[in-house]
Nanobody, 117 residues
């Protein structure tokens, strides 16, 4: 059974930092593209950051470039999102996603990030 479990969310003041982690099990983690998504109340889900299976390629939402960093450890089956200089508009539920060629697609339950002004 595939599981993706996020952790690290919480309440932080504007300008603060959080580090989200997503622990994967039940899948061949090293072949999956991993992505962090977020969804704020009343808004559509948006892709925040994605990392290739080998960790070489990354892409970011324009509004988080220079503030967020995605990384992965294939031996530990972990993907992380380091979030610095957080803003109130970063408030959302953050979910990790594992995808292999659009054929296999798995989601975690999400972790709440709240940034106070």
């Amino acid at each position: 059974q595939v599981q993706l479990v996020e952790s690290g969310g919480g309440l932080v003041q504007s300008g603060g930092s959080l580090r989200l982690s997503c622990a994967a099990s039940g899948l061949n983690f090293g072949i999956y593209t991993m992505t962090w998504y977020r969804q704020a109340p009343g808004k559509e889900r948006e892709l925040v950051a994605t990392i290739s299976s080998d960790g070489v390629s990354t892409n970011y939402l324009d509004s988080v470039k220079g503030r967020f960093t995605i990384s992965r450890d294939n031996r530990e089956k972990l993907v992380a999102l380091q979030m610095n200089s957080l803003k109130p508009e970063d408030t959302a539920v953050y979910c990790c996603n594992a995808n292999w060629r659009g054929i296999y697609d798995y989601w975690g339950q999400g972790t709440q990030v709240t940034v106070s002004s």
